[in-house]
C-alpha cells in the first residue's frame, strides 16, 4: 500500500472513532448559516474571516481535502456550487449524508490530491483547502494543481503546517527531531507515528507553502497563524499553523 492509500485508511478509522474533523454539523447549524449566521475553520481554533470569501452565491467552490459534512453544507447554505475532494470514504459519506437530509446538490470525489486533481482548467472561482497537506509528502504540485483549476482571479483559502510540531516529543517539551520530518526516510520518525496512531506525517518549510504558491503564480492577499488548540505549544501561545488567502491574478 501506498502512504496515501495507509492515510486514507488511517482516516477513515479514526472517523469511526469518533474524530472531531469528521463529525458532520447538526441540522440546526445549517439553518443557521441558511440564515446567515455561520463560520469555518481552516485551521484548528480561528474562525475565518467573511471578508476572505466575498460572496458566494453562484460561485463554483471546490473543498480540496475538505470532506467530513463540517464546512460543503455551510457553503451550500450560502449558495455556492459545491464540489468536494477527499481520499476518506467516511468523510464523503459525512457528505452525503447531509446533503440528502438538507435537500441540497453537491458534486462529491474520492480521490487523492497528490496526483493532478480531475478537474478542467479554469473551473473554479474558489478552493477551500483546510489543514490536510501534512499528510501529503510534495506540496508544491498541489499548489500548481490549485492554480490550475483557479479562473483568473479565483481564491485559494488554505491552512497549512507551520512544522513546529514535528520537532518536539509528544509531551511538546523537548526538540528531539531533525527537519524535514519524513517517516518515508527516516525510520525513527516513522517509529514515533506508528506510536502514537497518526499515519504518515510530513513537516514543509514555509518556503514550500507560501512560495510554493508564489512561484505557482498566486499573489498572497492576507494570512493569519494559529495554535494546535491543546497541548503546552498552544498553553504558550506558540503558533504552529498558517492560513492563508491567495489569489490567482487574472495576469497570471
Keep these: 500500500m501506498s502512504y496515501q492509500d495507509i492515510n486514507a485508511a488511517t482516516i477513515d478509522r479514526w472517523v469511526q472513532e469518533g474524530w472531531e474533523w469528521g463529525s458532520p454539523i447538526s441540522h440546526q447549524d445549517y439553518l443557521r448559516a441558511w440564515e446567515g449566521s455561520w463560520d469555518v475553520l481552516l485551521t484548528p481554533t480561528k474562525k475565518v474571516p467573511h471578508a476572505w470569501f466575498g460572496e458566494l452565491k453562484g460561485k463554483k467552490l471546490l473543498g480540496l481535502a475538505s470532506g467530513g459534512g463540517q464546512q460543503m453544507p455551510v457553503f451550500a447554505a450560502l449558495g ?69 483549476v483557479l479562473k483568473p482571479g479565483g481564491l485559494l483559502l488554505s491552512g497549512v503546517d507551520h512544522y513546529v510540531n514535528y520537532i518536539v516529543d509528544s509531551q511538546e517539551r523537548e526538540i528531539v527531531n531533525s ?30 507553502q507560501i512560495n510554493g504558491q508564489l512561484q505557482a503564480g498566486f499573489t498572497l492577499l492576507e494570512l493569519y497563524e494559529d495554535t494546535n488548540g491543546a497541548g503546552r505549544l498552544h498553553e504558550l501561545n506558540i503558533p504552529t499553523f498558517l492560513a492563508m488567502r491567495s489569489r490567482k491574478d487574472p495576469a497570471g
Design 80 to 148: 455556492a456550487e459545491c464540489t468536494v475532494l477527499d481520499y476518506s470514504e467516511r468523510q464523503l459519506d459525512a457528505e452525503r449524508m447531509v446533503a440528502r437530509r438538507e435537500g441540497y446538490d453537491i458534486r462529491i470525489l474520492r480521490a487523492d490530491m497528490t496526483k493532478p486533481l480531475p478537474f478542467e482548467n479554469e473551473e473554479f472561482d474558489l478552493i477551500f483547502h483546510p489543514v490536510s497537506n501534512c499528510y501529503v509528502r510534495e506540496v508544491k504540485p498541489i499548489w500548481r494543481e490549485c492554480w490550475r
Design 179 to 208: 527537519l524535514p520530518f519524513d517517516p518515508l526516510s527516516n525510520a525513527e520518525q516513522r517509529r514515533q507515528l506508528e506510536e502514537a496512531d497518526a499515519g504518515f506525517q510530513f513537516s514543509h518549510s514555509l518556503e514550500e
